[in-house]
């Protein structure tokens, strides 16, 4: 069952790649006054570039910029009047919420999907067929830096090859999650690993690398499950892999979490295509949102999201 989601999910992803792949790209929009911009995490950023190419293809006279800098260069932005719209793979946290009121930016905070944290290796890998928790955090704790470098230092029976690390940046929002659910400590791990916020590098760079371990968002996998094999977890009730399913029932613990927008209250007033754009996105997700890889939550959180944006 599990498999055949992956599947399925693959699937429908390259149907929406196919049928986006004329679409304008929307981070190398011009901003003016009057463009909508959205910027922050890179998890979340397939899911507001779709949303816009649905809004823009019925009112396309609309300017909206879609980015990523990460959830925390996101946030930094947002709390300083940059972006309209912040999107986050995690809340807020007290010192965002400090820089927002300094510089009087009132927020609204909308829960916008359910992401899953994937681990992945080369498709070619074919030693790995599950990591614990516990071989998560000897391979990306500080300590192990410059220590454990090899596969077999975690498993005797593995290949003794290098064990070539890639990974979400500091800016991101999912290396500050890996960290605190892996390693223990917020934002701190081995620095001695290919890190990126992008999630379509790292997925590439995995892609050409036999000896390659990775993470970054359930979507980052969708997008090029040809080329990535998914690790199942086993976080002490044997391997689980993130579905629909697995992460609704928390089996997938810890590695299910939600994703958010913040949306700057002054630019609902300023920019009344803001509302209208982001009525739009919220009023048909569950219906497109699955292209993405992410899973929706129900239809009465987003009627609630609208109704908080309309006050």
Not at 120 to 141: F, M, P, Q, R
Not at 271 to 297: D, E, I, Q, R
Request: hydrophobic share 35%; aromatic share 10%; proline share 4%.
């Amino acid at each position: 069952m599990k498999q055949q989601y992956v599947s399925v999910i693959a699937g429908l992803v390259l149907a929406m790649l196919a049928g986006c792949s004329q679409q304008d790209d929307l981070s190398e929009v011009n901003i003016t006054e009057n463009t909508l911009v959205v910027n922050g995490s890179s998890t979340v950023f397939p899911i507001s570039t779709e949303a816009a190419k649905r809004f823009i293809r019925e009112q396309p006279e609309t300017e909206i910029s879609v980015k990523f800098s990460g959830t925390n260069a996101g946030f930094r932005l947002f709390c300083e009047g940059k972006s309209d719209v912040s999107n986050a793979s995690r809340p807020i946290n007290a010192e965002e919420v400090a820089l927002c009121a300094k510089n009087q930016i009132d927020y609204v905070e909308l829960p916008l999907a359910q992401d899953a944290l994937a681990v992945v290796v080369h498709s070619g890998n074919d030693w790995v067929d599950s990591l614990t928790l516990d071989e998560l955090k000897a391979i990306w704790s500080k300590q192990s830096e410059d220590e454990i470098m090899n596969w077999n230092q975690l498993r005797s029976e593995w290949p003794d090859k290098l064990l070539s690390l890639y990974g979400r940046g500091q800016d991101s929002g999912t290396y500050d999650y890996f960290t605190t659910h892996v390693t223990g400590v917020t934002r701190e791990s081995r620095s001695d690993y290919v890190a990126s916020e992008d999630e379509e590098y790292l997925a590439e760079h995995i892609a050409k690398d036999k000896n390659a371990l990775g993470f970054f968002g359930i979507g980052g996998y969708h997008r090029h499950w040809d080329t990535l094999k998914l690790v199942p977890i086993d976080n002490g009730n044997g391997p689980v892999y993130p579905s629909i399913e697995t992460v609704a029932n928390g089996q997938y613990t810890p590695f299910s979490r939600p994703l958010f927008l913040y949306v700057n209250k002054q630019s609902l007033e300023d920019k009344a295509n803001l509302k209208v754009f982001l009525t739009h996105y919220f009023s048909n997700m569950v219906t497109w949102l699955h292209f993405t890889g992410y899973m929706p939550l129900t239809e009465a959180q987003y009627a609630q999201n609208i109704q908080q944006l309309l006050k």
